[in-house]
């Protein structure tokens, strides 16, 4: 049991994970979620949202729930002591941890790749781009999400859809006040050519 948890499971360091877990908010028990302990607090802005903005917001952010189920097997390592727990006594005082972490990556996987979806979905959408050449940029991107929209933002040209996005929310120009003119500057108009006096 303790090499499953040092050796299979846990892939960073206690003090990464909990780097990662103090970004997050803790949430009150619930009974019917009751092995998420955190929420990432991001409120998904929609498709109607410009990329950029949705981006920024963390919409397509990775999923928290892999940094929740790294945190479960520390839980459950630190209740173990290998000089007094035989397996079937390990298994036993670690099961809530274990349950909770197999949920957890079950919920991982499943928004992690709703994300991703998402992501593809959102690029093909904003930039005229096809997802085979999506894939293969982002494959060679060593940057950020961000960064790669800068980039794409330069070298893909925008689709109409996200052009009208992005000019949502500006509204109309302000009107310009205009001065009425004085009487002295006004042109007064004329009957005809003006009079010879020679």
Known sequence: MYSFIKETSIRHSKEVVTEHIN???????NKFMWWRTHTDKIVPLGKRAPLK?????GDFNPSSYFWQAQLSLYMAKEKLDLTKHD??????????????????MEDF??????????LYDAFTSAFQ???????TEFLKWPGDILSFYDRASNFFRTTPAENRKN?????????VRTLPIPDVLKIKKGRGR????L
């Not at 996987?109 to 998402?118: I, L, N, Q, W, Y």
């Open 23 to 29: 970004k997050l908010q803790p949430i009150n028990y």
């Open 53 to 57: 903005d949705r981006i920024l917001n």
């Open 87 to 104: 397996s079937q006594f390990q298994v036993e005082i670690c099961a809530v941890d274990f349950a909770r972490y197999k949920r957890l």
């Open 109 to 118: 996987e499943k928004e992690e790749t709703s994300r991703v979806v998402a």
């Open 129 to 135: 781009i096809t997802k085979e050449e999506l894939e």
């Open 167 to 175: 000019m949502r929310g500006r509204g109309r120009p302000k009107k």
């Open 194 to 197: 003006p009079k010879n006096h």
